[in-house]
């Protein structure tokens, strides 16, 4: 069963930092492409950032280039994210997935970032 577990979330001000850290088992995490997508209060699923099975290639959505850094250890099956310069707007709960996984169907139960002053 595949499981993926986030964490460190919170309530952080404008322009502050956060690390988003995902656990995952029950697959086998260090072959498979791993992405973070966020949904905000009454929008859609959207696609943060994608991070390759080796960790050597990753992409990520325009709106977040430049501030947000995804990386992963294969050894400790964990997934991160690290979250800077945050803005009003990345108010959202933030979940790691399979990106394989139609839909981003395979992710876990979130992990709350607010950002407000």
């Known amino acids: 069963e595949v499981q993926l577990v986030e964490s460190g979330g919170g309530l952080v001000q404008p322009g502050g930092s956060l690390t988003l850290s995902c656990a995952a088992s029950?697959?086998?995490?260090?072959?498979?492409?791993m992405s973070w997508v966020r949904q905000a209060p009454g929008k859609g699923l959207e696609w943060v950032s994608t991070?390759?099975?080796?960790?050597?290639?990753?992409n990520y959505a325009d709106s977040v280039k430049g501030r947000f850094t995804i990386s992963r250890d294969n050894a400790k099956n964990t997934l991160s994210l690290q979250l800077n310069s945050l803005r009003t707007e990345d108010t959202a709960t933030y979940y790691c997935?399979?990106?394989?996984?139609?839909?981003?169907?395979?992710r876990g139960q979130g992990t709350q970032v607010t950002v407000s002053s």
């Open positions: 997935a399979r990106t394989s996984s139609p839909g981003y169907r395979d």
């Open positions: 029950g697959f086998a995490f260090s072959t498979t492409y």
């Open positions: 991070i390759n099975s080796g960790g050597s290639y990753t």
